[in-house]
C-alpha cells in the first residue's frame, strides 16, 4: 500500500531538516534571521495561485512553520528524537565529508 522507499524518506526528511537548521545556526547565522527566510519563502512562494497549489510547495511551507514552531511537541519529540538517533551512527560508516564544506559560511562571497 505505501511504498517502502517512501517511508524510508519521510524517516530522513524531516530530521534532516532539522540537522540543517542547527548546522546554519553553528555557522554563525541568528536562528531568528533563518526563520525569517523561511517565512519570506511562504509569502512569495505563495503570491500566486499556481505557487499555492503546487503540493510541494505546499509540504516544504508546512514543514517550514514546523521547524519554526519549537511550542509543536506533536513534531518535535519524535524529529528531535531522530536528530539524536543519527548521532550514534559511527563516522565510519558515513561517506567522506568534502572538503569544501570546511569553508562554508553564512556570508555572501560575490
Known amino acids: 500500500m505505501v511504498d517502502p522507499r517512501l517511508i524510508l524518506g519521510i524517516l530522513t526528511y524531516f530530521p534532516l531538516l532539522n540537522k540543517m537548521r542547527d548546522n546554519v545556526v553553528e555557522m554563525g547565522l541568528p536562528e531568528e534571521q533563518?526563520?525569517?527566510?523561511?517565512?519570506?519563502?511562504?509569502?512569495?512562494?505563495?503570491?500566486?495561485?499556481e505557487g499555492r497549489r503546487n503540493p510541494w510547495f505546499q509540504l516544504i511551507a508546512w514543514h517550514s512553520r514546523q521547524v519554526v514552531n519549537r511550542n509543536s511537541k506533536l513534531y518535535h519529540v519524535p524529529v528531535d528524537a531522530l536528530v539524536k538517533l543519527t548521532s550514534f551512527i559511527p563516522p565510519k560508516a558515513l561517506p567522506a565529508v568534502p572538503?569544501?564544506?570546511?569553508?562554508?559560511?553564512?556570508?555572501t562571497a560575490a
Open 99 to 107: 572538503s569544501w564544506v570546511k569553508e562554508l559560511t553564512y556570508k
Open 34 to 49: 533563518l526563520y525569517k527566510v523561511m517565512k519570506k519563502f511562504e509569502q512569495i512562494g505563495g503570491r500566486s495561485a
